[in-house]
Structures are given as structure tokens and as C-alpha cells.
């Protein structure tokens, strides 16, 4: 930055000439001169040709200090000895701006600036030969005076600085980092290098959006913000020259102001991205995977990538039911539907372009990434019939069972995720039926048919031929399938007669029971499935 614009624009006329007005020849500003570093408490009178400075405060942390070829802003108050005031830059609402060592400034106080951290108050007394000597300055400064400064430094920079980078919390998992492109929400707090607040998107409540990288930013964030994780929090000094320059922001940042932004990270993705697909836990069997076309139910937690939740249907105690890649839900969440099992678990991560978009949505902000945690509790086809798989059939299975046949069974009702919703085992008797007249749903009238006593089946029903989008209150949910394990015991029907079937007869037989014959035998009695009831 030319030596003459900082100058020219640091400090206007008629004041100017006080601290960049006629310099000392060269051979006066090489004269050694000793430099005295004392308290307020003690400070000696000062020497004619001894400069005098008074660190009056000092901030506890100062992690930079000022040297030779740094750019400084200050602001002073310039005093005689007896408390008249000569000038000040508080009086025109702007720091005095200046590289340090470069003899922009008259002798003492490029001395005095020298180690100097932001935010340190000095004192300094300047004898007439490191200040303005026998000549003055006409009509402001007397022949001869010696100079007081009250100076307040603002800001130190230096043309060889970079973007500083301070990462104080990352956390454990960072699977992604901001990369050239990226779309990026953040917070952010930015202050002066002296810790005054000039923005903040705290205050306003809402993060800052932006891609990272191609120019929509300060050159100097588009570099700090590069690496970061979601969940990061860093804190990104940023000179001027890669700021706001010599302008400022023509409100709150000053002309060559640096700027310090303490940033959190949001969320993070690429135009380009697609959706993310984590499997949790999928179980050991899975004999189907949702495919386009097919009803599901499952339960989800809806979160930010920061973790914030937005929504979940555990809270309202209902599983979210939809038909999958049909549109019905958004773009990401109908592709991430896809190939689950029942009992899955799942995290989708969606990009907001697969998503809400620019707009959001409720509690979703606009171009936020989207977490989904996803438990499937059931899903079928329109298409799907019942489902008969048979688990035990007796060595004798000739009579099967038939529209119109009398059953009685026992069974154990549950949901696909294996909730229980009812057992004939627990009122200690059988559900009996006659089948194919509208008894039980037509799932289940289905699934009993051709069943010998004694064979045990699992029969499953979809939820349109068994209780449908209404369900049962309290007990069946809408759009449920079902699962039944039954045990048949018995079939008769209303047409049967006595069934006798000898298994041997005597060679020799004279004479057969009839009608008020008295008899004596002996017997087994047994249910159908071969239950002895008496002996």
C-alpha cells in the first residue's frame, strides 16, 4: 500500500502537519537517543532529549506487539505539559493510521509505538528533538515544546500477514470439511482487533449462507473458512487487505481495519451432492427390500447436522406412512426409502436441493442439509396377497380345511416389529370360527384355508385385507400388516357325520353291537390335535 494514500488520508488538514508535518533531517533522526520505561508512580522530570513513556495499562494476554514495518491504528490526545490540548483524534471520529518505523510520523513516537499490544493505553512524553524541534509547527505548536500523547492502540497488521486461523473446538468425528464450492451456513460474531462487535449473526438470528471460495465473500473468510467441520468453532483474523481495505464497509469497519470473526459451522454440502445413506443395524434376515411402488411405516428423528431436532413422529406416537417414490415425500427422503428391510435402521442425510431448498420449511431453515433417523416398522405392496408360510404339518394330513368348515385355533397376533397385539394363549381358550363367513378380517379367512389339525403356519396380512388405513383404535395402527402364528386344533363341519375308521378286526367274529346292547370298552378320548381329555 503506497506510503502517501495512508498520508494523505490519515489525518486532514490543518492538523495533519502535528504528526506528519515537516520531518526531521535525516542525520537529526539517526542521533541516539536513550528510551525510559517507567511507572506513573515514579516517573523522573524528563530530560530535554529523553523520551518518556508510561505503560498505564496493559491487557493480560497480548499475543502480538507492535514492531518496526507493522501498520497501526491509535487513537491519542496530544497535550503540552501545562494541559493544553494541541489535538486529538477523538475529535474527528477516526484513529490515526500509520506504518510504525517508516518515518511517517515524527521520531518519538515511532519509538513510542514500538511493543506496543492492542488495547494497551501509553503515555508518552516527547522532547522537542524527537518532535518538532526549534522550529514548531506555526500558529500550533510552539519552537521547542515538549510533546504529551495520551495513545490508545486499536490495531496492528503487518503487509506480510496471512489469514490466522484459531480452531478452539472441533469435534470427534469430522467425516467432511469445507472444501472450494461448498455451500456453508454458519454464525458468526466479528469484531475489531480491539474486541469491538461490529456484526454479528447471533443478533439478527440467522446464519450466514454462502458458497465458499468463489468470491462471494471477503477474500480473507474464503480462505479461513476452508477445512472446517461441521460443529467447528474457530476464530479467523483477517488483515485488511484481504478485508475491507482502505474503504471499510462505509459504516461499522474503519479504513485498514483488521477483522476478527469468531465462527461456528452449521452445515455443509455441495451443489453436487447426493443423498447419504448410513445403515445402523439391518437384520440378520431380510427376505424383502422396499422398492418404488411399495406403502411404508416407519418412525423418524428429523435433525440439523449440528444436531438440532426439527421434528420426529416418536413424539406425536405415530409412525409416518407414505408410498415410496411417488412423490409423496421429498425427492431425497422417496430415494432413501428405498432398498430397506423391516426392522432396518437407517440415517439419510439429505442435501437441501434434494430437500427444502432455498425456502425451508417450519422449524427447517432455508438451504439446510437434513438428518434423518429412520426405524422402518413395516411396508407392503398394493399388490401383495397374504403370506402362508407353513412351520409344522402332521405326517397325516388328509383333511383340510374348507369354506364353511367349523375351526377352532389358537394364535399369537403381532405387528411386523414384533409388538404384540393379541393371543387366544392368554384367555386360555381357542378362537373358533367358521371360516369363510366374515368372522375374522379376509386376510386371515385367506390364510386359514387348507390347513390339516395340528399344522402350525405363520400367516401375514397386509393392511388391505386386514384392517386398513383405519386400523383399530388403541390397539391396530392405519395401514398395519399383520402377523399371526397359528395352531390349528379342529375342523368339523355342519355336513360332517360320524367318521368311524376300523384299524383291526378280529378273524372270528359272530356277532356286532346293536341297538340297547350293553357294552363295556375301554378308551382314549383326544381333541383333534391329539389332546387326551379322558381315559
Excluded at 492538523?15 to 528510551?35: C, D, K, T, Y
Excluded at 486461523?165 to 456453508?184: A, G, L, M, W
Excluded at 398395519?480 to 368339523?492: G, K, N, P, S, Y
Aim: charged content about 20%; some cysteine.
Amino acid at each position: 500500500m503506497a506510503t502517501t494514500e495512508l498520508s494523505g488520508s490519515s489525518s486532514p488538514a490543518p492538523r495533519a502537519p502535528v504528526v506528519l508535518g515537516s520531518r526531521w533531517p535525516v542525520l537529526a533522526l539517526q542521533a541516539a537517543f536513550l528510551v525510559s520505561f517507567v511507572t506513573c508512580n515514579d516517573a523522573p522530570p524528563v530530560p530535554g532529549d529523553q523520551l518518556h513513556i508510561d505503560r498505564s495499562w496493559v491487557p493480560e494476554t497480548c499475543s502480538r506487539q507492535v514492531k518496526e514495518g507493522d501498520f497501526v491504528r491509535y487513537h491519542y490526545h496530544g497535550t503540552f505539559p501545562d494541559g493544553t490540548k494541541f489535538d486529538s483524534s477523538y475529535d474527528r471520529g477516526s484513529t490515526y493510521n500509520v506504518f510504525v518505523g517508516k518515518g511517517q510520523i515524527i521520531a518519538g513516537m515511532d519509538k513510542a509505538l514500538i511493543g506496543m499490544c492492542i488495547n494497551e493505553r501509553r503515555f508518552v512524553k516527547i522532547p522537542p528533538s524527537l518532535a518538532y524541534g526549534s522550529e514548531g509547527v506555526a500558529d500550533v505548536i510552539p519552537p521547542d515544546a515538549i510533546l504529551h500523547f495520551d495513545v490508545l492502540l486499536l490495531d496492528i497488521w503487518n503487509p506480510s500477514d496471512s489469514v490466522h486461523v484459531e480452531t478452539y473446538h472441533k469435534p470427534e468425528n469430522c467425516s467432511r470439511t469445507v472444501q472450494v464450492s461448498d455451500f456453508i451456513r454458519y454464525h458468526y460474531n466479528g469484531t475489531l482487533m480491539d474486541g469491538t462487535l461490529f456484526d454479528s449473526s447471533h443478533n439478527r438470528m440467522r446464519t450466514y449462507d454462502t458458497y465458499v471460495g468463489i468470491g462471494w465473500l471477503i477474500p480473507g473468510m474464503d480462505t479461513g473458512l476452508l477445512g472446517m467441520c461441521v460443529g467447528e468453532k474457530r476464530i479467523i483474523t483477517v488483515p485488511p487487505f484481504l478485508g475491507y481495505g482502505e474503504d471499510g464497509d462505509g459504516k461499522d469497519i474503519p479504513s485498514q481495519a483488521s477483522l476478527v470473526f469468531d465462527v461456528v459451522l452449521l452445515d455443509l454440502h455441495n451443489p453436487k451432492d447426493g443423498i447419504t445413506v448410513q445403515s445402523h443395524y439391518v437384520p440378520e434376515n431380510c427376505e424383502r427390500r422396499t422398492q418404488v411402488g411399495d406403502y411404508i411405516r416407519y418412525h423418524y428423528n428429523g435433525s440439523l447436522l449440528d444436531g438440532t431436532l426439527f421434528d420426529s413422529s416418536y413424539s406425536r406416537n405415530h409412525t409416518y406412512d407414505t408410498y415410496i417414490g411417488k412423490g409423496y415425500v421429498i425427492a431425497g427422503m422417496d430415494e432413501g426409502l428405498l432398498g430397506l428391510c423391516i426392522g432396518e435402521e437407517r440415517r439419510v442425510i439429505i442435501p437441501p436441493h434434494l430437500g427444502y431448498g432455498e425456502e425451508g420449511r417450519g422449524k427447517i431453515p432455508g438451504s439446510a442439509v437434513l438428518v434423518f433417523d429412520i426405524y422402518v416398522i413395516d411396508f407392503h405392496n398394493p399388490a401383495d396377497s397374504v403370506s402362508i408360510t407353513s412351520l409344522f404339518k402332521p405326517s397325516d394330513c388328509t383333511l383340510l380345511s374348507k369354506k364353511g368348515d367349523y375351526l377352532k385355533y389358537h394364535y399369537n397376533a403381532t405387528l411386523m416389529d414384533g409388538t404384540v397385539l393379541d393371543s387366544t394363549h392368554q384367555y386360555g381358550k381357542t378362537y373358533n370360527i367358521v371360516l369363510g363367513s366374515g368372522q375374522v378380517v379376509i386376510g386371515m379367512d385367506i390364510g386359514l384355508q387348507d390347513m390339516c389339525v395340528g399344522e402350525k403356519r405363520t400367516v401375514v396380512v397386509p393392511p388391505h385385507l386386514g384392517y386398513g388405513e383405519p386400523g383399530v383404535a388403541d390397539v391396530i395402527p392405519p395401514d398395519a400388516i399383520l402377523h399371526f402364528d397359528v395352531l390349528l386344533l379342529d375342523i368339523w363341519n355342519p355336513s360332517d357325520s360320524v367318521h368311524v375308521e376300523t384299524y383291526h378286526k378280529p378273524e372270528n367274529c359272530s356277532r356286532t353291537v346293536q341297538v340297547s346292547d350293553f357294552i363295556r370298552y375301554h378308551y382314549n378320548g383326544t381333541l383333534m390335535d391329539g389332546t387326551l381329555f379322558d381315559s
